[in-house]
């Protein structure tokens, strides 16, 4: 399933009082004057439409929100022709089959890990929107790493895990095609669910990282099979273990959990 434009007629949104599980939901505008992004002129770089369409204080609602109560997530961040310009830019770069078995972790997905400085424009766009909307709460991070991941119909998922405690600040993840169920757990057991629901294109999840504003409490959560095709997400990461103003690697290669 690929992205579909945000439905129309939806006045702009904001995060909402945390509900009985302390989840907090924020809704993204929804576009009222068109269903696809206008060319961009030929003095314009690819990803130019990004900033307008990406309402920045949703962003920030969801990043402060998440760091407050653990995770949070709006729907309809991301526009369809936003969503499919972020997989073609990636062309014919490799993506790497990860191992089913992660020490307690088991997974069936493919990965393709990038770095600044970003090569693709929509991408490298959007990365500064995300740090630009961090640094508008009391939470900046600066993005040094973009992990895609796919999972794959059928069997296609990751078990109920928590991101590695080297990244910083939040994770900021963006679904970009599919549909799959994403579940927030008390513990490892699949089955002791705090919530769960279908990510969906261009919707958002946020999700507290590692000694976040001085709070340990990173979300466990998993992934379960799309209901057809492959869901793809894009996950936004501050890495302690990298350079920050290059990106590049500290030591060794990616080695990651991700939603």
């Given at each position: 399933m690929r992205c579909s434009p945000s439905p129309p007629n939806h006045v702009p949104g904001?995060?909402?009082?945390?509900?009985?599980?302390?989840t907090v939901r924020c809704e993204a505008p929804r576009r009222t004057d068109r269903d696809e992004l206008l060319p961009c002129s030929p003095s314009q770089a690819a990803g130019?439409?990004?900033?307008?369409?990406?309402?920045?204080?949703?962003?920030?609602?969801?990043?402060?929100?998440?760091?407050?109560?653990?995770?949070a997530r709006a729907a309809h961040v991301l526009r369809g022709p936003i969503c499919r310009r972020l997989l073609q830019e990636l062309g014919p770069l490799p993506w790497e089959e990860l191992p089913v078995n992660a020490g307690l972790v088991r997974?069936?997905?493919?990965?393709?890990?990038?770095?600044?400085?970003?090569?693709?424009?929509t991408l490298a766009t959007l990365a500064g929107l995300v740090e630009a909307a961090a640094a508008a709460t009391v939470h900046p991070l600066t993005v040094n790493e973009a992990t895609f991941m796919a999972y794959d119909w059928p069997d296609g998922g990751i078990s109920p895990h928590r991101d590695r405690a080297r990244y910083r600040g939040a994770v900021i993840v963006f679904t970009v095609e599919g549909t799959a169920p994403f579940r927030i757990h008390h513990s490892r057991d699949i089955e002791d669910v705090v919530e769960s629901w279908l990510t969906t294109p261009g919707d958002?999840?946020?999700?507290?990282?590692?000694?976040?504003?001085?709070v340990e409490g990173r979300a466990m959560h998993s992934v379960g099979p799309p209901l057809?095709?492959?869901?793809?997400?894009?996950?936004?990461?501050?890495?302690?273990?990298?350079?920050r103003s290059t990106g590049s690697p500290a030591s060794g290669r990616a080695s990651t959990f991700t939603a």
């Open positions: 904001a995060c909402g009082p945390p509900g009985r599980d302390g130019c439409h990004v900033a307008d369409d990406v309402d920045s204080a949703v962003l920030a609602a969801a990043i402060a929100e998440a760091h407050r109560v653990g995770h997974q069936i997905a493919r990965r393709l890990v990038l770095y600044p400085p970003w090569a693709a424009p958002m999840l946020v999700l507290r990282a590692a000694a976040a504003g001085g057809r095709g492959a869901r793809v997400s894009l996950s936004f990461r501050d890495d302690s273990t990298r350079e």
